[in-house]
């Protein structure tokens, strides 16, 4: 008897795993308590990748896979995954049959380690790279440039390249054409949605006395169960949001939760779509007579799959376990509570968080050059930080949360996944979009009880870490003005700085 266990972010039905039902073959699909307890995870995302297995192991059955299921109220119950296997494997063994334990390659480091010696490593075919590609690629290099990553992976996977083998449209990226500020009279498609009632799945949370933070609906949610429902959400996105996506990729809206993201992330991280399949359907839009999709948005997005997402995987792989720990600027800051509720008088992060809250989702440019950037600029401890990332959002999986988090946002790792940190004072905040004028404070004053905390924020973080960025050629230009300011001005910023972050409860 072979036993192969399936994770709960292993949701595809597309694995040769399942491509005809066998009698020896027994799927596990466990509910487990170590899992749902090892961070403090959204409702909805507990919730979403509960469903997604109880939906997948449904699917599984109903195409003659013999599959078994144990919820949090299965008496068998051991309470980790390791654990439920080697009890289900002695339940069969009990039979007098010998059991042989397969599993996909996990995603995670932590579960990766812990299923050591349990039995058979497949490779979990969904990833359009190893996970030493990038080690491979950048070996001896400090910075791992995801530019040229990139263009080895457009080649290699034959995307968006013209007859002669080169970039489509003579670039290999076209972002100047993208980045647009918010336009509030741009209209935006209704977002897709699924109405499942999961009032059960909510109650058997509360029954185990599961914590989670957040908001849900388990009545109507939203989110995809299953590949039929992920593709239908990409068709979603490929009709009515791709052609505008490049715009709009940098904007920061009042009243727009999704503006013209994809919210792919969720599919794409548990596996009911394929990268490739995702990125092929994007390039087949850009193609199709008469043109609506323009090549900076297909390229725009496309870079995100075939590009960002596979080279975090890389480093991840690359750098784990020692990753986890990075923290380049020393920064030890305890969050802020209103992280936690969303009750800040700063508009841009009242927003984001709130949304992050109720939604469980936030788009790249709120996760960075909001949230992070105020985390950045203000020193909080990364590790905090990365649990709060990694609890909060529906596609969060330790692989990309953990180097978008400590390396792209916090520059936590020196400069392994940027070659400068992403921060911004107001004024960035403000080109993007229109949360300033909704705001208590004034992203036009630097110093004052209502001076946009982040104009003084910024100053306070060069000033702090210049012996650590003052020799990076990108930074430059920023201590030279820095210099230049009178003495006094600099005074009043640094002051302003410490006394925001003094009460930063209250900002
Ligand atoms: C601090 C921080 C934490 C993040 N944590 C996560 C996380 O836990 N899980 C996660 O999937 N993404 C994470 N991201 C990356 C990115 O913000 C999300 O993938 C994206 O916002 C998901 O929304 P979407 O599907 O609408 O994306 P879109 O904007 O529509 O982009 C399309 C797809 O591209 C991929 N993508 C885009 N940017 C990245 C990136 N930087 N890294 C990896 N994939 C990317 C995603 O699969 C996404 O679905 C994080 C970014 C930051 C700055
Ligand atoms: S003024 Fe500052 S805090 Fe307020 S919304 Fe603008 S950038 Fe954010």
């Not at 299965?74 to 995954?81: E, F, H, K, V």
């Not at 990766?112 to 490779?123: A, H, M, N, Q």
């Not at 306070?460 to 820095?482: D, Q």
Request: negative net charge; proline residues 5%; glycine residues 6%.
């Amino acid at each position: 008897m072979i036993l192969r266990l399936i994770l709960g972010d292993q949701l595809n039905p597309k694995h040769s795993w399942f491509d005809s039902p066998r009698e020896d073959v027994v799927y596990a699909l466990f509910e487990s308590e170590e899992e749902l307890r090892y961070a403090p995870h959204h409702r909805q995302k507990m919730l979403a990748f509960l469903h997604g297995m109880e939906r997948l192991a449904h699917n599984l059955e109903a195409e003659g896979h013999r599959v078994a299921y144990w919820t949090l109220d299965d008496p068998r119950q051991q309470g980790s995954l390791r654990a439920n296997l080697e009890a289900l494997r002695a339940e069969i063994e009990q039979t007098g049959q010998t059991v042989q334990i397969e599993y996909q390659e996990p995603d995670e480091w932590r579960l990766s380690e812990s299923f050591k010696g349990l039995g058979t490593c497949v490779p979990s075919e969904h990833f359009l790279t190893e996970r030493s590609t990038v080690a491979n690629q950048f070996a001896g290099k400090k910075t791992f440039l995801m530019e040229s990553f990139y263009r080895v992976m457009r080649q290699k996977w034959n995307v968006l390249l013209n007859a002669a083998g080169q970039a489509e449209g003579g670039a290999w990226n076209f972002d100047s054409d993208n980045r647009s500020k918010w336009d509030p009279k741009q209209s935006v498609p209704a977002e897709w949605r699924a109405h499942h009632n999961l009032s059960e799945l909510n109650e058997r949370l509360d029954r185990h006395g599961i914590p989670s933070w957040g908001e849900a609906s388990a009545e109507d949610f939203p989110w995809p169960a299953d590949r039929a429902e992920a593709l239908s959400i990409l068709d979603h996105f490929i009709e009515h949001l791709l052609p505008l996506f490049g715009r709009f990729q940098d904007s920061l809206a009042e009243d727009q939760d999704f503006l013209f993201h994809s919210r792919l992330s969720f599919a794409l991280n548990t596996k009911m779509l394929s990268p490739l399949e995702v990125v092929q359907r994007a390039e087949q839009a850009y193609r199709m007579e008469p043109q609506r999709v323009p090549l900076a948005a297909a390229e725009g997005f496309i870079r995100q799959i075939l590009g960002w997402r596979e080279y975090i995987r890389g480093i991840y792989w690359a750098k784990m376990p020692e990753y986890q720990n990075l923290n380049f600027f020393n920064h030890d800051r305890a969050l802020p509570d209103w992280m936690f509720t969303g009750k800040t008088k700063m508009r841009c992060l009242s927003v984001a968080v709130d949304q992050s809250l109720r939604t469980a989702y936030a788009h790249h440019i709120q996760r960075l050059m909001v949230i992070g950037n105020f985390a950045l600029l203000s020193g909080l401890d990364p590790s905090k930080l990365d649990a709060w990332y990694l609890g909060i959002y529906i596609d969060a999986v330790e692989w990309v949360e953990l180097p978008n988090t400590r390396g792209m946002s916090q520059f936590a790792d020196g400069g392994i996944v940027g070659t400068k940190p992403y921060v911004s004072s107001g004024s960035y905040l403000n080109k993007q979009g229109n949360h300033c004028a909704k705001c208590t404070y004034s992203v036009a004053e630097k110093v004052g009880d209502n001076a946009c905390p982040f104009n003084s924020l910024y100053w306070h973080f060069h000033e702090r870490n210049r012996h650590l960025l003052e020799r990076n050629p990108r930074i430059g230009m920023v201590y030279r003005t820095w210099d230049k300011m009178n003495p006094d001005h600099r005074e009043s910023l640094l002051d302003q700085a410490e006394h925001n972050l003094n009460r930063i409860n209250e900002l």
